[in-house]
């Protein structure tokens, strides 16, 4: 296992068009977390899932979002009518539930660029 | 509600110097703290838990419940710890991160 790996590593993307990222979590690791990372500020929390519930979602999450993990392994991150507010550094982590105190372990990232 | 502060963006030092990377939070229950730090080039890391009271790369980071701060100290930094820090909170099944602060490592 070498850890958590996200897909695309970057994409650039037209106003309006649809786009979609996939994190493979560390395979023991039952939970996956998505967060959002602008320039100049720490990671922002988007949803959590457990297996393949998703169980919390910020309000930052509009509509044009969705996640899904259809098999609680691994998981995609759909952005619809893409938008210029949309660029930023998408991050996915893992960790095993129960086992928050360890901390969690981070993919490298899928940075969106909309032009 | 959770939130952790870093009042500092940037934080600029000479080698050799003591560090200190101030963390303050707000959450009502007990909270657990972390330091994350992310080199250049390279993923966001863990760096030390405060459950664990450890350590790492001369780093340590004290839990103060009345000052609701969690302050990341070194006493020599050294030209390798520059890189970007977040002080992140964890409560409700989630993480809550600080905007981080970028620490620069002058020779």
């Known amino acids: 296992d070498t850890g958590v790996s996200q897909d695309p590593r970057h994409k650039i993307t037209k106003r309006g068009q649809n786009v979609t990222f996939r994190c493979d979590p560390i395979?023991?690791?039952?939970?996956l977390y998505w967060y959002r990372q602008t320039l100049g500020q720490g990671p922002e929390f988007l949803t959590y899932?457990?297996?393949?519930?998703?169980?919390?979602k910020s309000r930052l999450l509009s509509d044009r979002f969705s996640a899904e993990r259809p098999k609680g392994s691994f998981s995609t991150l759909e952005i619809q009518r893409t938008e210029q507010g949309d660029s930023a550094m998408y991050l996915c982590?893992?960790?095993?539930?129960?086992?928050?105190?360890?901390?969690?372990?981070f993919g490298s990232g899928t940075r969106l660029t909309v032009v | 509600a959770q939130r952790v502060t870093q009042p500092e963006k940037l934080l600029s030092v000479f080698k050799g110097a003591p560090v200190e990377l101030k963390c303050n939070y707000s959450?009502?229950?007990?909270?657990?703290l972390f330091w994350y730090v992310q080199y250049s080039r390279q993923r966001l890391q863990l760096l030390l838990r405060?459950?664990s009271r450890e350590s790492i790369k001369g780093f340590t980071a004290d839990l103060n419940k009345g000052e609701t701060s969690f302050h990341l100290k070194k006493p020599f930094a050294q030209e390798e710890d520059s890189a970007m820090y977040y002080c992140?909170?964890?409560?409700?099944?989630?993480?809550?991160f600080g905007a981080g602060t970028r620490l620069t490592v002058k020779p």
């Open positions: 982590a893992s960790s095993l539930a129960g086992t928050a105190v360890k901390g969690y372990t």
């Open positions: 899932f457990q297996n393949e519930a998703q169980l919390e």
């Open positions: 405060h459950i």
């Open positions: 395979s023991e690791h039952n939970r």
């Open positions: 959450y009502s229950g007990s909270p657990e």
């Open positions: 992140a909170l964890s409560g409700n099944n989630d993480m809550r």
